[in-house]
């Protein structure tokens, strides 16, 4: 007959001490226990998962939670296990389990599914390290605690890690060759039947024990229907219900966070910090951005004008009226301009003004005749003319 229970489901660590004080054949009993163990457990991702530690002065995890879900595969790994000897670092392996074997990552299941936690350690030497405080702390998180004792194991050591009551979580056996006797001890303790591990409940999700009786629950996301079995989606994205910044959105059961435009997702994936939109390849302005309030405007340098399309520039006439300071001629230079005069004015030193020239004095005495007779000539050309205006 299957001697397999229908136990309640749990997330179980074997924790086994495989120091120089067990011979290689005693280990091999351990061995042998692991596996009738293993036998007994409604084994399945989701009824009962194990997980298998060995330690002495170091520890190794030989497989965590998440591994293996059928009695076949972890029966193999179970026999490939080798001894690790020296030394007995009992709190050492807790601490371990409990940082490294229960976590969500490495298999074990959510707080909200209300799976025991259960470790069985098998030790047949006295710890050499501080277990009593390391044990303390693991059940105080939730953690249960067997003690197995073999041969020379030291009692109080065995009662000061387990839990309580002690007469249900301390076992002790003379021998490694008797060890598989408590097989029976523990299926009693564990194959308690209830209806969520028969499978009869009718929860669509997530069945509580109550006693003889029984509740349903649903995965986080989830809320239960008025009919106390079947759940629905919540909306995580209701006010209240998440942590998003700035927007929401849902996401099959779950939710991410997002931002507004002109604004970037955090690294904690739920804050926004607003974004430099003029930064390079967020823009399309063809020469200057400018950032304004979580959106940007377009600009030209100095000489260009911003055409009708507010993207693009062209250069500017800088000599068109209003556009100059010259008080004559503006003469275009490029993209910028200089200042000139009309004929008979010079430009003055403010390179902006003009006045008119004035005619140099400095004139030879050849020329100075010449100015006097061309003078002289006017003077009888008006005269004879003055004379026949008479006439």
């Given at each position: 007959a299957d001697t397999a229970c229908k136990?309640?489901?749990?997330?179980?660590?074997f924790i086994v001490d495989s120091s120089r004080s067990?011979?290689?054949?005693?280990?091999e009993k351990v061995k042998i226990f692991l596996s009738e163990m293993i036998d007994t457990l409604d084994v399945g991702e989701r009824t009962t998962r194990v997980a298998v530690m060995n330690y002495a002065s170091t520890v190794k995890v030989e497989f965590p939670l998440r591994t293996y879900f059928d009695k076949a595969s972890m029966k193999e790994a179970v026999s490939r296990i080798e001894p690790l000897s020296a030394g007995t670092m009992t709190g050492l392996a807790i601490q371990t389990a409990v940082?490294?074997?229960?976590?969500?990552?490495?298999?074990?299941?959510?707080?909200?599914?209300?799976?025991?936690?259960?470790?069985?350690?098998?030790?047949?030497g006295r710890p050499q390290d501080r277990v009593?405080?390391?044990?303390?702390?693991?059940?105080?998180?939730?953690?249960?605690?067997?003690?197995?004792?073999?041969?020379?194991?030291?009692?109080?050591?065995?009662?000061?890690?387990?839990?309580?009551?002690?007469?249900?979580?301390?076992?002790?056996?003379?021998?490694?060759?008797?060890?598989?006797?408590?097989?029976?001890?523990?299926?009693?303790?564990?194959c308690a039947v209830n209806v969520c591990a028969l499978g009869t409940h009718g929860c669509q999700q997530v069945c509580v024990s109550n006693g003889a009786s029984h509740l349903c629950?649903?995965?986080?996301?989830?809320?239960?229907?008025?009919?106390?079995?079947?759940?629905?989606?919540?909306?995580?994205?209701?006010?209240?219900?998440?942590?998003c910044d700035q927007i929401c959105v849902s996401n099959n059961g779950s939710y991410v966070c997002d931002c507004y435009e002109g604004y970037t997702l955090n690294p904690d994936k739920k804050t926004c910090s607003a974004m430099d939109m003029c930064a390079p390849g967020r823009h399309d302005c063809a020469?200057?951005?400018?950032?304004?309030?979580?959106?940007?405007?377009?600009?030209?340098?100095?000489?260009?004008?911003?055409?009708?399309d507010k993207k693009t520039c062209s250069a500017a006439d800088v000599c068109a009226p209003g556009r100059h300071d010259c008080e004559q001629v503006c003469v275009?230079?490029?993209?910028?301009?200089t200042c000139d005069c009309h004929h008979g004015y010079t430009l003055n030193p403010d390179r902006k003004t003009c006045s008119r020239a004035i005619m140099s004095s400095l004139v030879t005495t050849e020329e100075s005749c010449k100015c006097e007779a061309i003078i002289a000539l006017q003077d009888s050309v008006t005269s004879r003319l003055e004379a026949l205006s008479t006439k």
């Open positions: 136990n309640r489901p749990l997330d179980l660590v067990v011979r290689p054949e005693e280990f940082d490294e074997i229960f976590t969500e990552e490495m298999g074990t299941r959510p707080a909200t599914f209300n799976i025991p936690k259960v470790v069985i350690v098998v030790t047949d009593q405080d390391v044990a303390a702390s693991a059940r105080k998180a939730g953690i249960e605690i067997y003690a197995v004792g073999v041969d020379r194991a030291d009692m109080q050591s065995l009662r000061i890690m387990a839990s309580e009551p002690l007469d249900e979580h301390v076992f002790y056996v003379e021998t490694y060759g008797v060890i598989e006797k408590l097989t029976s001890r523990f299926r009693e303790t564990f629950d649903c995965y986080e996301g989830y809320t239960l229907n008025p009919d106390k079995r079947t759940c629905s989606a919540v909306d995580l994205c209701a006010p209240g219900r998440h942590e020469q200057v951005c400018l950032s304004n309030d979580r959106s940007y405007s377009c600009g030209c340098y100095e000489g260009y004008t911003l055409n009708p275009r230079d490029g993209l910028s301009y």
